[in-house]
């Protein structure tokens, strides 16, 4: 599985960006798709997930109502649209994949793509 982040950049407050991750290598059937952040000295958070089948979704209560994660099967890409941008969405974002089903943990995903930097100015 190789995925392939995109998107990031600076951006001020209350600004938009659109994040895409590039999924390849195997088809993604029964696979949850999510996106993590993890700013200088903290742990990998858990930010939103689908899973590819039915395209459920989960957020986290910091970015719920600002962000939104969409997959298009077609073109095996997932994209994670950020609105109302806050400083302290700052962070590097990684997108991730699991087989199995929603998971919040970022050691429950075994596959990764690089980091993209998002910056959000006050």
């Known amino acids: 599985v190789q995925l392939q982040a995109s998107g990031g950049g600076l951006v001020q407050a209350g600004g938009s960006l659109r994040l895409s991750c590039e999924a390849s290598?195997?088809?993604?059937?029964?696979?949850?798709m999510a996106w993590f952040r993890q700013a200088p000295g903290n742990e990998r958070q858990f930010v939103a997930s689908?899973?590819?089948?039915?395209?459920?979704?989960v957020y986290a209560d910091s970015v719920k109502g600002r962000f939104t994660i969409s997959r298009d099967r077609a073109k095996n890409t997932v994209t994670l649209q950020m609105n109302s941008l806050k400083p302290e969405d700052t962070a590097v974002y990684y997108c991730?994949?699991?087989?199995?089903?929603?998971?919040?943990?970022?050691?429950?995903?075994?596959?990764w793509g690089q980091g993209t930097q998002v910056t959000v100015s006050s």
């Open positions: 991730a994949a699991r087989t199995m089903g929603f998971d919040a943990r970022a050691t429950a995903y075994p596959n």
């Open positions: 290598g195997r088809t993604f059937t029964n696979y949850n």
């Open positions: 689908i899973t590819w089948n039915l395209g459920t979704t």
